[in-house]
């Protein structure tokens, strides 16, 4: 009879200890989740500057026109983009043509000195900060999340219940710099 009685003990605590790193495992995958809801929630903002921006300089850049065909086709990729990798890709080559763009815009004083672009380019100078701070909460929750299921004893259960890891957010280092906008 004790030995049932400690038996039973002994299997209630490995259940609470089961359900505990289970809990701890899926509310660090839903931070994961949210991080990169946030991630999405800036590429948004930044995906939704960029109609404005051309519309307001193509007037001005008639013979600029392969830039501002550059920058568009770059941003409807990036909306295009699923997944963590696919969206790094898009969204390093969409921030590559705004560059482009704004080292375009610094070669003519009048645009710099246009209230509505100089609004514009500091909206997305703005955005760029956003989506890198946010990049890197992204990327912290990942790493927080990819070591718990890789440790002992939490890899017995999220192997157990099927916890995968996460991709970062990765961009290449010429990529990571926001591009320069000069107001």
């Not at 259940?15 to 809801?37: D, E, P, S």
């Not at 519309?55 to 983009?81: C, D, F, I, N, P």
């Not at 299921?149 to 961009?171: H, R, T």
Request: with cysteine.
């Amino acid at each position: 009879m004790v030995y049932f009685v400690i038996l039973a003990c002994l299997v209630a605590a490995i259940l609470i200890w089961v359900v505990f790193i289970h809990n701890r495992l899926v509310a660090m995958r839903q931070q994961v989740k949210n991080a990169w809801h946030q991630i999405d929630v800036q590429l948004k903002r930044r995906h939704d500057l960029i109609p404005n921006m051309v519309s307001t300089v193509k007037a001005y850049l008639q013979h600029e026109q392969t830039t501002l065909e550059l920058v568009t086709a770059a941003r409807g990729k990036a909306m295009a983009a699923k997944g963590v990798q696919d969206s790094a890709t898009a969204e390093a080559g969409l921030t590559d043509a705004l560059g482009k763009l704004m080292a375009v815009l610094e070669s003519y004083p009048d645009l710099k000195g246009n209230q509505p672009i100089r609004d514009l380019m500091e909206e997305l100078r703005s955005t760029e900060n956003r989506i890198g701070f946010a990049r890197q909460q992204y990327n912290d929750s990942v790493m927080q999340y990819n070591t718990a299921i890789q440790v002992f004893p939490d890899k017995l259960v999220a192997s157990k219940f099927g916890f995968e890891g996460f991709d970062f957010f990765q961009v290449d280092a010429g990529d990571a710099s926001v591009p320069e906008v000069k107001a």
